[in-house]
T-cell receptor
Framework: DGGITQSPKYLFRKEGQNVTLSCEQN?????MYWYRQDPGQGLRLIYY???????QKGDIAEGYSVSREKKESFPLTVTSAQKNPTAFYLC??????????FGSGTRLTVV | SQQGEEDPQALSIQEGENATMNCSYK?????LQWYRQNSGRGLVHLIL?????REKHSGRLRVTLDTSKKSSSLLITASRAADTASYFC???????????FGAGTILRVKS
């Protein structure tokens, strides 16, 4: 079955620590996205990538970094510069002829 | 920045009743999409309506789009307890291929 896999489902980060969230898709989609969701709010775009080896900042990119070395993978690193990282993170992918597909999300908590 | 705004923020109805959610947006769009999110999980694509379409149906879902008013509505007919979820509208702007989400409507269907 094709889909998007995010891991881990739950992640705990200590103050000052960098953590990386994984996102893998086997849908052969060109574009991939990272969104952040805070309680009771909509999704806000962090980063997106339309093709391999290229990515663009979204609305709230500060404190985050990404890479797109492979079409299937778009990992998100939450750096220590992100002052309020506790949130639910969703990865998505799409192609010109398809609707967005979303992963099941990673819940990140700062401890 | 969030483009779409859903109305109402929360809706509670009895099983069998119809549920109507509204979405307003600010800029020109290529299409508008509706998604469902069950608590703490990924988003599921429900329906996409293009800017040149006025109404679209999918099962118990009916979506309308009024580009002159920059608004859309999602109607769920004969609601079921399993429809309990958050519903988001998302706009795909003409100039780009990234979705911008509203804050969502929380729907609770009581059995």
């Amino acid at each position: 079955d094709g889909g998007i896999t995010q891991s881990p489902k739950y992640l705990f980060r200590k103050e000052g620590q960098n953590v990386t969230l994984s996102c893998e898709q086997n849908l052969n989609h060109d574009a991939m996205y990272w969104y952040r969701q805070d309680p009771g709010q909509g999704l806000r775009l962090i980063y997106y990538s339309q093709i391999v080896n290229d990515f663009q900042k979204g609305d709230i990119a500060e404190g985050y970094s990404v890479s797109r070395e492979k079409k299937e993978s778009f990992p998100l690193t939450v750096t220590s510069a992100q002052k309020n990282p506790t949130a639910f993170y969703l990865c998505a992918s799409t192609s010109p002829t398809a609707a967005f597909s979303f992963g099941s999300g990673t819940r990140l908590t700062v401890v | 920045s969030q483009q779409g705004e859903e109305d109402p923020q929360a809706l509670s109805i009895q099983e069998g009743e119809n549920a109507t959610m509204n979405c307003s947006y600010k800029t020109s769009i290529n299409n508008l999409q509706w998604y469902r999110q069950n608590s703490g999980r990924g988003l599921v694509h429900l329906i996409l309506i293009r800017s040149n379409e006025r109404e679209k149906h999918s099962g118990r879902l009916r979506v309308t789009l009024d580009t002159s008013k920059k608004s859309s509505s999602l109607l769920i007919t004969a609601s079921r307890a399993a429809d309990t979820a958050s519903y988001f509208c998302a706009t795909d702007a003409e100039y780009g291929n990234k979705l911008v989400f509203g804050a969502g409507t929380i729907l609770r269907v009581k059995s």
